[in-house]
C-alpha cells in the first residue's frame, strides 16, 4: 500500500490527513466547512483514494487558511504516498461533466511545480467559500506534490457545478497518473533517471 500521514499545526489550523492512493474511495472528511468536505469527498470518491482528513481552522475569519493549509498537507501527503514513482503512468488527464459544467485537467508528476488554472465562477462564493480560494487549494497541492497541473474550466453557468468538476477532474487525472502500470515494472517513467 501506498500510504501517509501528515499533520500541519500552526496558529491557524491544525490538520492530521492520512491516505491511502491504493484504496477504494473510502473517506472520512471533517473540517468544519461543509463544502470543502463535500469537495474532498469528491476527490477520495473519484480518485480511488483513502484519506482520512481532520481539520480545524479559523472560520470566523474566511475559509482560504483552512482550505489553503489542507491543500499543502494534502500535496506532501501525495507525494510521500508516491515513494520514488517506479513503475507509475506519471500522466493523467481527464474531462469531466457536471450537468452543464465541463472542466479538463492534465498532470504530470514530474518533479517539478507548475500549476495552470483557467476557471471562472460566476458568483463569489459557493456555500460558506468565497470561489478565489479553489485556485490557492489547488496551487498548494501543485506546489507541495510537485507536479504539473492545468485545470481548465470549458463552460459552465453554475459554480458549484464548476467547483465539483473541477475536483473530480483532478481525482481522475490524479488516479491515472499515479497508478502502476505492469509493463513498465520497476522503470522509472522518464530518461533522465530522477523525477
Known sequence: MRFSELERNTAETQIKVQLNLDGTGVYDIQTGCGFLDHMLAQLSRHGLIDLNIQAKGDLHIDAHHLVEDVGIVLGKAFSLAL??????????SACIPMDEALTRCVLDLSGRSAFVWHVGFPTEKVGEIDTEVFK???????????????????YGDNSHHIAESCFKAFARALRHAAETDPRAGDLLPSTKGAL
Do not use: P
Not at 490557492?136 to 470549458?154: C, G, M, P, R, S
Open 136 to 154: 490557492e487549494f489547488f496551487a498548494a497541492v501543485t506546489d507541495n506534490l510537485k507536479a504539473a497541473v492545468h485545470i481548465e474550466n470549458l
Open 83 to 92: 515513494g520514488d514513482k517506479k513503475g507509475i503512468n506519471r500522466y493523467g
